[in-house]
């Protein structure tokens, strides 16, 4: 993400949905965040964000910064922790013990006047190197995230029995790998599903959004209040200046508007 435009214009603000756990590299340190009603502070430089039930404010001054998204088994492979552990919280990856393997990040951007590409290969490079061995429980996590962004599963059961997991292993397995319970996953895509489709068309009304297993536009506004802090109609009237571009680049790029509604590899 780039903000354009003298050191003392106005910041850049917006909210971020609830989504899976996001590495972000900030060199300028121009970003400052809050998570759920918390108060707004300046992210590290190499900051983790562990997945999210709760929106994410953030205000941006001009500079650059870098994201990159986690899927669960990303978590599983870059870091020695429980998502849970780091669930609505971000920390500084320099001084996190359970993230000690992405320290080798900070050194990407010693150079600032490189061009971003250089920049972008750098970080791929470390990425690589970070990564993990393959781990025992590794397509274990593949088959339920490909059930957790199946609109068909409705229920805990559903999700363990096409996991192929007992239903103490899929609650055991989602706070390891995905940060939070399964109802609350369950919870969660619901509600992302129904907020990508106002993401890509905010013309449309809220009933034209909701997603097949809300009962209401009762149960859709309890849900929108719990995950982002406020009503349809506040979030609606809010300007969306990064968000909503990135929801149409990544649905033009990766098939989905928001992070969660990715489809894992198949193998």
């Known amino acids: 993400m780039e903000i354009s435009g003298a050191d003392d214009?106005?910041?850049?603000?917006?909210?971020?949905?609830?989504?899976?756990?996001?590495?972000?590299?900030?060199?300028?340190?121009?970003?400052?965040?809050?998570?759920?009603?918390?108060?707004?502070?300046q992210v590290a430089r190499v900051v983790m964000?562990?997945?999210?039930?709760?929106?994410?404010?953030?205000?941006?001054r001009p500079g650059r910064s870098w994201g990159i998204g986690l899927l669960p088994l990303g978590w599983t492979r870059l870091t020695s922790a429980a998502a849970s552990d780091y669930a609505d919280r971000h920390v500084d990856v320099l001084k996190e013990p359970a993230l000690t393997r992405l320290r080798l990040l900070d050194a990407v951007f010693e150079q600032q006047g490189e061009d971003p590409a250089?920049?972008?290969?750098?970080?791929?490079?470390?990425?690589?190197?970070?990564?993990?061995?393959?781990?025992?429980r590794d397509q274990e996590v593949i088959r339920l995230?490909?059930?957790?962004?199946?609109?068909?599963?409705?229920?805990?059961?559903?999700?363990?029995?096409?996991?192929?997991?007992?239903?103490?292993?899929?609650?055991?397995?989602c706070l390891t790998a995905f940060g939070f319970p399964p109802q609350m996953l369950l919870r969660r895509q619901r509600f992302?599903?129904?907020?990508?489709?106002?993401?890509?068309?905010?013309?449309?009304?809220?009933?034209?959004?909701?997603?097949?297993?809300?009962?209401?536009?009762?149960?859709?506004?309890?849900?929108?209040?719990?995950?982002?802090?406020?009503?349809?109609s506040e979030y609606a009237r809010l300007p969306h200046p990064v968000l909503g571009a990135a929801a149409h680049a990544r649905k033009a790029v990766a098939g989905e508007a928001v992070q969660v509604l990715h489809k894992p590899p198949t193998t």
């Open 9 to 41: 214009c106005l910041p850049v603000e917006d909210r971020l949905h609830p989504e899976w756990a996001n590495l972000r590299l900030i060199p300028d340190g121009s970003i400052s965040a809050a998570i759920g009603n918390t108060e707004l502070e």
């Open 49 to 60: 964000t562990g997945p999210t039930s709760h929106a994410t404010r953030f205000v941006a």
């Open 118 to 136: 250089r920049h972008r290969d750098r970080l791929v490079e470390a990425l690589r190197a970070a990564l993990g061995p393959t781990g025992q």
């Open 145 to 173: 995230e490909r059930a957790l962004v199946d609109p068909l599963i409705h229920t805990v059961a559903e999700l363990a029995a096409e996991s192929g997991l007992s239903i103490r292993s899929t609650e055991r397995l």
């Open 192 to 232: 992302l599903r129904s907020l990508a489709q106002f993401m890509l068309d905010p013309s449309l009304k809220w009933i034209e959004t909701l997603d097949s297993h809300y009962h209401d536009q009762a149960h859709f506004v309890r849900d929108f209040k719990r995950f982002m802090g406020m009503s349809p």
